[in-house]
């Protein structure tokens, strides 16, 4: 039995009266009977809906690309890129053609690959030059390929330390003659380019000088010469050759020592200021001259202390006189002669010179030469290098804040009387030394603080705004077309392949088909022939109004005759 339910009334129809309903059309049926129009749009919306879906899962395999070299010369970067093709590895260059980039899932196994194939070559190249000797090379060219391959592995161990960019090692190897008494030594120099911002040590640069000349068979390291890439020698003077101006390892010296006081003042300030309150810097005059001086010094022959003999000679002489009266006549010549005395050589005895008159005279000489030792002090003074001259300390504080009660923040100056102490405190952190010429000044100011200007460059004109828009450009564009071919294709062809809604359907009511009326909820049991009315009163049931005879004729002789029926429609209308 078929029940219609309605908000207000419920309608029982016989068993007599139900009506098979049409069986509906499938969806593949629906789509059939579409217009072409309808289909090429749909067909055409699946297919590039399942081309974007593709596109996407195809960008999205490719992920984040990393670089698989970089810094490669022309000739190693064509190998490597005819490789990539080869093995089927996407790839793209960087920014200016700087590096090679490849997916990073495959960064390893690519290299790995390329290691395989001895590829990147490089602009060096080594020993493996004598692997690939061909038959009927001379002497020369074999001698030359072998200092090639020399000069490019000493170029690979130097470009391994820390701070060497790139290097290159160029050797001078005289031809070696058995026939020669005097053979000439072999030289090299070195030509390396730092890192921005980096510098090597003195330590570096000997071992740099050594690794060459111990690689090169008879190489003194005063033969060695190592130069960086502004041009300065870093290995230090030849022999006799004075350098003018401070070399890099001087410089850096200074730098070291400034950089240490100007930490030692920082490190007793701040526990007291605060960080980021003071300001220092310390100037050095370093003396890097050589001074060597020789002098020599006598003792004189005098003071207390008695003088060593070096060496005594004594001479004495004496002869014998005649009896005849000698000397001017008078009354000198007939006195004796007084004994002479000499200091030098002692007390000397009285000589006879003469006798009297019919006496004998003689003859007597004495001599002594003392020889005595001279002091003599040699000294032989160096000046040590690096020796600290003067050195200027200048320190600038900021001057304290303070809060009060209410929260009020005053800026206030330091005493002079803190001054002095914290004046006096730098001082003995440097070792000040007034013979020295030192100076320390302390000032205090308050500091000027730098107001942050807001960046006021749109929000799609950020650099990170550009970047996510570049990076969710193709998802964002490949979404978009799905949705159009969504909407504009296929959405429409589906809803027109949807079955048509009668106006009946779109009607509030509820139909359900039952065998007995008692199953129904709520409603009583009606006897045959009684309806049940709005109040809930059973009121007598009417009959099926019957059809129209009249009306089944007209339509019958419309059928039959429609040009008679549409003759009739004319006159209808123009009467």
Same mark, same amino acid.
């Given at each position: 039995?078929?029940?219609?339910?309605?908000?207000?009334?419920?309608?029982?129809?016989?068993? *007599?009266?139900?009506?098979?309903?049409?069986?509906?059309?499938?969806?593949?049926?629906?789509?059939?009977?579409?217009?072409?129009?309808?289909?090429?749009?749909?067909?055409?919306?699946?297919?590039?809906?399942?081309?974007?879906?593709?596109?996407?899962?195809?960008?999205?395999? !490719?992920?984040?690309?990393?670089?698989?070299?970089?810094?490669?010369?022309?000739?190693?970067?064509?190998?490597?890129?005819?490789?990539?093709?080869?093995?089927?590895?996407?790839?793209?260059?960087?920014?200016?053609?700087?590096?090679?980039?490849?997916?990073?899932?495959?960064?390893?196994?690519?290299?790995?690959?390329?290691?395989?194939?001895?590829?990147?070559?490089?602009?060096?190249?080594?020993?493996?030059?004598?692997?690939?000797?061909?038959?009927?090379?001379?002497?020369?060219?074999?001698?030359?390929?072998? !200092?090639?391959?020399?000069?490019?592995?000493?170029?690979?161990?130097?470009?391994?330390?820390?701070?060497?960019?790139?290097?290159?090692?160029?050797?001078?190897?005289?031809?070696?003659?058995?026939?020669?008494?005097?053979?000439?030594?072999?030289?090299?120099?070195?030509?390396?380019?730092?890192?921005?911002?980096?510098?090597?040590?003195?330590?570096?640069?000997?071992?740099?000088?050594?690794?060459?000349?111990?690689?090169?068979?008879?190489?003194?390291?005063?033969?060695?010469?190592?130069?960086?890439?502004?041009?300065?020698?870093?290995?230090?003077?030849?022999?006799?050759?004075?350098?003018?101006?401070?070399?890099?390892?001087?410089?850096?010296?200074?730098?070291?020592?400034?950089?240490?006081?100007?930490?030692?003042? #920082?490190?007793?300030?701040?526990?007291?200021?605060?960080? *980021?309150?003071?300001?220092?810097?310390?100037?050095?005059?370093?003396?890097?001259?050589?001074?060597?001086?020789?002098?020599?010094?006598?003792?004189?022959?005098?003071?207390?202390?008695?003088?060593?003999?070096?060496?005594?000679?004594?001479?004495?002489?004496?002869?014998?006189?005649?009896?005849?009266?000698?000397?001017?006549?008078?009354?000198?010549?007939?006195?004796?002669?007084?004994?002479?005395?000499?200091?030098?050589?002692?007390?000397?005895?009285?000589?006879?010179?003469?006798?009297?008159?019919?006496?004998?005279?003689?003859?007597?000489?004495?001599?002594?030469?003392?020889?005595?030792?001279?002091?003599?002090?040699?000294?032989?003074?160096?000046?040590?290098?690096?020796?600290?001259?003067?050195?200027?300390?200048?320190?600038?504080?900021?001057?304290?804040?303070?809060?009060?009660?209410?929260?009020?923040?005053?800026?206030?100056?330091?005493?002079?009387?803190?001054?002095?102490?914290?004046?006096?405190?730098?001082?003995?952190?440097?070792?000040? *030394?007034? !013979?020295?010429?030192?100076?320390? #000044?302390?000032?205090?100011?308050?500091?000027?603080?730098?107001?942050?200007?807001?960046?006021?460059?749109?929000?799609?004109?950020?650099?990170?705004?550009?970047?996510?828009?570049?990076?969710?450009?193709?998802?964002?564009?490949?979404?978009?077309?799905?949705?159009?071919?969504?909407?504009?294709?296929?959405?429409?062809?589906?809803?027109?392949?949807?079955?048509?809604?009668?106006?009946?359907?779109?009607?509030?009511?509820?139909?359900?088909?039952?065998?007995?009326?008692?199953?129904?909820?709520?409603?009583?049991?009606?006897?045959?022939?009684?309806?049940?009315?709005?109040?809930?009163?059973?009121?007598?049931?009417?009959?099926?109004?019957?059809?129209?005879?009249?009306?089944?004729?007209?339509?019958?002789?419309?059928?039959?005759?429609?040009?008679?029926?549409?003759?009739?429609?004319?006159?209808?209308?123009?009467?």
């Amino acid at each position: 039995m078929e029940v219609t339910v309605a908000p207000t009334q419920a309608v029982i129809a016989s068993p *007599n009266q139900a009506v098979e309903p049409t069986p509906p059309l499938n969806f593949v049926q629906r789509v059939g009977a579409l217009p072409m129009q309808r289909k090429l749009m749909l067909g055409g919306g699946l297919a590039a809906i399942v081309a974007i879906f593709i596109a996407m899962v195809l960008w999205g395999k !490719q992920g984040d690309f990393r670089v698989l070299y970089a810094n490669l010369s022309d000739k190693d970067g064509g190998a490597i890129v005819a490789s990539l093709q080869q093995m089927n590895v996407p790839y793209k260059y960087a920014d200016g053609g700087g590096a090679i980039l490849v997916p990073a899932d495959k960064v390893h196994d690519v290299r790995l690959k390329l290691a395989s194939a001895g590829l990147p070559k490089g602009s060096v190249v080594g020993f493996e030059l004598m692997e690939t000797q061909k038959f009927g090379v001379t002497q020369f060219q074999e001698r030359l390929n072998f !200092q090639r391959g020399l000069e490019g592995e000493l170029t690979r161990s130097i470009q391994t330390l820390n701070g060497v960019q790139s290097a290159r090692v160029h050797l001078a190897l005289p031809n070696q003659n058995g026939f020669f008494r005097e053979q000439q030594k072999p030289s090299a120099s070195v030509v390396l380019t730092l890192y921005p911002g980096r510098t090597l040590d003195r330590g570096q640069v000997a071992g740099i000088v050594h690794l060459v000349s111990s690689s090169v068979p008879e190489m003194p390291t005063k033969a060695v010469s190592v130069l960086d890439q502004s041009g300065g020698l870093l290995s230090g003077p030849n022999d006799g050759v004075d350098q003018a101006g401070l070399d890099a390892q001087q410089l850096q010296y200074v730098h070291q020592i400034e950089a240490n006081y100007t930490q030692r003042i #920082k490190d007793i300030l701040e526990p007291v200021l605060g960080q *980021n309150n003071l300001r220092a810097q310390v100037t050095a005059d370093v003396d890097f001259s050589q001074v060597e001086s020789t002098a020599e010094e006598y003792k004189p022959n005098q003071g207390q202390a008695p003088a060593s003999v070096r060496s005594q000679q004594s001479t004495e002489q004496s002869g014998g006189g005649t009896a005849t009266p000698s000397g001017v006549p008078g009354a000198a010549s007939n006195q004796p002669p007084t004994p002479a005395t000499a200091p030098v050589n002692g007390t000397a005895q009285a000589l006879q010179a003469g006798q009297g008159a019919g006496g004998t005279t003689g003859t007597s000489r004495r001599e002594a030469v003392t020889n005595y030792e001279v002091d003599k002090t040699v000294r032989v003074t160096r000046n040590a290098t690096g020796t600290i001259k003067r050195l200027n300390a200048a320190v600038v504080l900021n001057s304290r804040s303070v809060t009060d009660a209410k929260g009020k923040t005053t800026v206030q100056p330091i005493s002079q009387e803190e001054l002095d102490k914290l004046t006096a405190l730098v001082r003995e952190t440097i070792g000040f *030394n007034e !013979q020295r010429g030192d100076s320390v #000044k302390l000032i205090n100011t308050p500091f000027q603080v730098v107001k942050e200007e807001p960046d006021n460059t749109p929000f799609w004109k950020s650099p990170e705004t550009v970047d996510l828009l570049r990076t969710l450009a193709v998802p964002g564009a490949l979404t978009l077309a799905a949705l159009i071919v969504v909407f504009g294709a296929i959405r429409p062809a589906i809803k027109a392949a949807q079955p048509a809604v009668s106006e009946e359907d779109k009607q509030p009511k509820l139909n359900a088909v039952v065998d007995d009326v008692q199953e129904l909820p709520g409603l009583q049991t009606v006897p045959p022939g009684m309806v049940m009315g709005p109040n809930g009163q059973l009121l007598p049931a009417l009959g099926a109004p019957t059809g129209d005879a009249r009306l089944e004729a007209a339509r019958q002789l419309a059928r039959e005759n429609p040009a008679a029926m549409a003759g009739v429609m004319r006159e209808w209308m123009a009467g």
